[in-house]
């Protein structure tokens, strides 16, 4: 999901974790999770793994399907999480 104009991330600590929260350019919420401390870490590794490869590539439009895909490093990420994600549409 690329940013637009408006649109934002909130990032902050509840409950002893870390809490997302994608919101819309007309302030609606769109997605809402809450990590671990090592799955946020787990997470930050694979956003900075993705974004340094995209940046090496020079491709500016991809589709999203590189063909190296690393969902399981993504489920490892995710793996303890006692609760489910929370998304919103």
Same mark, same amino acid.
């Given at each position: 999901? %690329?940013?637009? *104009?408006?649109?934002?991330?909130?990032?902050?600590?509840?409950?002893? +974790?870390?809490? @997302? /929260?994608?919101?819309? $350019?007309?302030?609606?919420?769109?997605?809402?999770?809450?990590? %671990?401390?090592? *799955?946020?870490?787990?997470?930050?590794?694979?956003?900075?793994?993705? +974004?340094?490869? @995209? /940046?090496?590539?020079? $491709?500016?439009?991809?589709?999203?399907?590189?063909?190296?895909?690393?969902?399981?490093?993504?489920?490892?990420?995710?793996?303890?999480?006692?609760?489910?994600?929370?998304?919103?549409?």
């Amino acid at each position: 999901m %690329a940013g637009h *104009e408006g649109e934002r991330w909130d990032v902050s600590i509840k409950n002893n +974790a870390i809490y @997302l /929260e994608r919101i819309s $350019d007309s302030d609606e919420q769109l997605f809402d999770d809450s990590l %671990a401390v090592d *799955e946020a870490r787990g997470l930050a590794g694979l956003l900075r793994k993705f +974004a340094d490869k @995209l /940046e090496g590539s020079g $491709d500016s439009g991809g589709t999203g399907d590189s063909g190296d895909s690393d969902e399981s490093d993504a489920s490892k990420a995710s793996e303890g999480s006692e609760k489910p994600s929370g998304q919103r549409t």
